[in-house]
């Protein structure tokens, strides 16, 4: 039972971390757009569609990588922040880089924008804290068995 309700738990850090992370990447993403004044207040319809796409992105392409990163934390029990947080980068980062060509001639990556790797490496720290904050305090504690208090002497 402690099992079922802890995969539960991590589905929805999972769904929250990824909710944060797209709202993030849609904000910077299009953050040099809402600077600039000629273009009056936005569309809060769009604005929800455009959040929600990015969860939609943020899911599936970190789907993966997230659940290599639960899974180990959970393994060994790792509850430290900065791991959390340190997971959320290299995720962050390979879903973006699992977008960018890559040459293997040259053995590098093709058409790497700096502002929307730091972007996705952003989100992914943010998502990993956040991910840490729900599910992550927690790794590894469904396994703890319950031990019962010694019995009391006899009189």
């Known amino acids: 039972m402690a099992l079922i309700l ?24 299009l953050f040099p757009e809402f600077s600039d004044l000629g273009t009056g207040p936005v ?22 990588p997230a659940s290599i990163i639960a899974l180990l934390t959970e393994a060994f029990s790792i509850r430290s922040v900065l791991a959390y947080a340190l997971g959320g980068a290299v995720v962050g980062a390979a879903c973006y880089l699992s977008l960018v ?24 720290i943010v998502a990993g804290l956040i991910y840490w904050m729900i599910a992550g305090r927690n790794a590894g504690a469904w396994r703890a068995s319950s031990r019962r208090p010694p019995p009391l002497p006899p009189r």
């Open 43 to 64: 569309d809060q319809g769009v604005f929800q569609i455009l959040i929600a796409f990015g969860f939609i992105f943020v899911s599936g392409f970190a789907l993966l």
């Open 101 to 124: 060509p890559y040459d293997t001639d040259a053995w590098q990556f093709n058409g790497i924008v700096r502002r929307h790797m730091e972007i996705m490496t952003g989100a992914g």
């Open 6 to 29: 802890r995969l539960f738990v991590i589905a929805l850090g999972f769904l929250a971390a990824c909710l944060v992370a797209g709202t993030i990447i849609v904000v910077a993403v």
